[in-house]
T-cell receptor, first 114, second 113 residues
């Protein structure tokens, strides 16, 4: 079974631009969650999508948005980029058919805003 | 919402010693507590988890304990080895919302040979 795939692996953007990150979950996993990881801040939950609907949302500004397609692939969009958005963005997929299940993480997209 | 606090933020031990990392959570509805290990430049990976109906779980050199009353859980690593050096994250979630986990800030464990 293929793992969680995130593209691209690295991105450099300028302040004010927007960016779209992609995540392909493990086959059969319908839940995709997004996290922001910064040094010293751990993993901050952004949002979770399940069956094309946003099911949970963290405490991030509206500049951060996402969506999920019918094949469970998910995209995350950040508009009007700020320097503080520089981080590693991780997505994780889970199997909602099982209660209390682990999250399988992708390798992440390293976003640098200059 | 849920809040997870993790201590210590850094931990240095000698090879062969034990390491203990502690986490507390705030939401009594949380019932799933996984621990993830993230090596430098790699993705977090699950190393052990515990559910709220269990007080302790062990897997070789790794064990996790859970105290539901006090709302805290701990990771114990015995006979540490240099390859145990990594960042460890605890997390808490509610079973019906497995896709939303609240993570601790992480513990950087360094095992000195």
């Amino acid at each position: 079974k293929a793992g969680v795939t995130q593209t691209p692996r690295y991105l450099i953007k300028t302040r004010g631009q927007q960016v779209t990150l992609s995540c392909s979950p493990i086959s059969g996993h319908r839940s995709v969650s997004w996290y922001q990881q910064t040094p010293g801040q751990g993993l901050q939950f952004l949002f979770e999508y399940f069956s094309e609907t946003q099911r949970n949302k963290g405490n991030f500004p509206g500049r951060f948005s996402g969506r999920q397609f019918s094949n469970s692939r998910s995209e995350m969009n950040v508009s009007t980029l700020e320097l503080g958005d520089s981080a590693l963005y991780l997505c994780a997929s889970t199997d909602p058919g099982r209660m209390n299940t682990e999250a399988f993480f992708g390798q992440g997209t390293r976003l640098t805003v200059v | 919402g849920e809040n997870v606090e993790q201590h210590p933020s850094t931990l240095s031990v000698q090879e062969g010693d034990s390491a203990v990392i502690k986490c507390t959570y705030s939401d009594s509805a949380s019932n799933y507590f996984p621990w993830y290990k993230q090596e430098l430049g790699k993705r977090p990976q699950l190393i052990i988890d515990i559910r709220s109906n269990v007080g302790e779980k062990k897997d070789q050199r790794i064990a996790v304990t859970l105290n539901k009353t006090a709302k805290h859980f701990s990771l114990h690593i015995t006979e540490t080895q240099p390859e145990d050096s990594a960042v460890y994250f605890c997390a808490a979630s509610i079973g019906t919302n497995a896709g939303k986990s609240t993570f601790g800030d992480g513990t950087t464990l360094t095992v000195k040979p």
